[in-house]
C-alpha cells in the first residue's frame, strides 16, 4: 500500500542553524513527492514537489528538498532557519494510477525554530 | 484572486444535527477535494470531484456527501452529525487529478460534534 512516514513528530532548531525535516515513503511505483506547510489556523500552502529529473528540487522560502530513491526518502531542507519558519509540515505522495486519485499525507512534523 | 475559500471558519453541531460545508475556488481549477485533518493522523481524503459533473469516494466517505455545483463550487453535507465528525475540514483544488498536479487547500473549517 501506499504510504509515507515522517519518523519526528517534532523538530526544535535555533535560529540561524540549518533544518532538516525527514520523510520516507512506500510505493509500489514511481513517486510523486510533496511538502506543504501549515500555519496556525490556516490551510496548507504547497512548498515544492518531485516529479522527475535532478533529485535536490528548490522551492518556496529558501527550503529545498532531497530525493533519494535508494533510501526512499524525501527530507526537506533548509540552511539557515528563521524564527518565522515554526509550522506544521507535511509531506505527501502521489503514485501513477493509484486509486482514488489521493495523496497520502504524512501525519505531520512539528517544526519549533528558537531564537 | 482569492484562492480557495470555505465557509464557516467554525461550527458546533448536536449529534444528529445536519450541516453543509461550502467552498470555492477562483483559480478555474477543474479538480476540486474534501479531506479531513485529526492530530497525529495527517489529512485523509474524503470525496474528490475531477471534473464539474463527477464525484468520487476517497478514504473516508462514510457519513459525508458532496455536490459539485459548478466548477467554481464543491460543498460537503453531513446529514447526521456524529462526535467521530468532529475535525478541521479542508477543501482543496488542482487544475487536474493528474499525480503531479499540485493542490491549493482553503483556509478550513473547524467542526465540534458534540
Known amino acids: 500500500a501506499q504510504s509515507v512516514a515522517q519518523p519526528e513528530d517534532q523538530v526544535n532548531v535555533a535560529e540561524g542553524n540549518p533544518l532538516t525535516v525527514k520523510c520516507t515513503y512506500s510505493?509500489?511505483?514511481?513517486?510523486?513527492l510533496f511538502w506543504y506547510v501549515q500555519y496556525p489556523n490556516r490551510g496548507l500552502q504547497f512548498l515544492l514537489k518531485y516529479i522527475t529529473g535532478d533529485n535536490l528540487v528548490k522551492g518556496s522560502y529558501g527550503f529545498e528538498a532531497e530525493f533519494n530513491k535508494s533510501q526512499t526518502s524525501f527530507h526537506l531542507k533548509k540552511p539557515s532557519a528563521l524564527v518565522s519558519d515554526s509550522a506544521l509540515y507535511f509531506c505527501?505522495?502521489?503514485?501513477?494510477?493509484?486509486?482514488?486519485?489521493?495523496?497520502?499525507f504524512g501525519a505531520g512534523t512539528r517544526l519549533t525554530v528558537k531564537p | 484572486n482569492a484562492g480557495v475559500t470555505q465557509t464557516p471558519k467554525f461550527q458546533v453541531l448536536k449529534t444528529g444535527q445536519s450541516m453543509t460545508l461550502q467552498c470555492a475556488q477562483d483559480?478555474?481549477?477543474?479538480?476540486m477535494y474534501w479531506y479531513r485533518q485529526d492530530p497525529g493522523m495527517g489529512l485523509r481524503l474524503i470525496y474528490y470531484s475531477a471534473s464539474e459533473g463527477t464525484t468520487d469516494k476517497g478514504e473516508v466517505p462514510n457519513g459525508y456527501n458532496v455536490s459539485r455545483l459548478n466548477k467554481r463550487e464543491f460543498s460537503l453535507r453531513l446529514e447526521s452529525a456524529a462526535p467521530s465528525q468532529t475535525s478541521v475540514y479542508f477543501c482543496a483544488s488542482s487544475e487536474g487529478v493528474g499525480d503531479t498536479d499540485t493542490q491549493y487547500f482553503g483556509p478550513g473549517t473547524r467542526l465540534t460534534v458534540l
Open positions: 505527501a505522495v502521489r503514485v501513477r494510477f493509484f486509486l482514488n486519485n489521493d495523496m497520502r
Open positions: 510505493v509500489s511505483g514511481n513517486p510523486y
Open positions: 483559480m478555474n481549477h477543474n479538480s
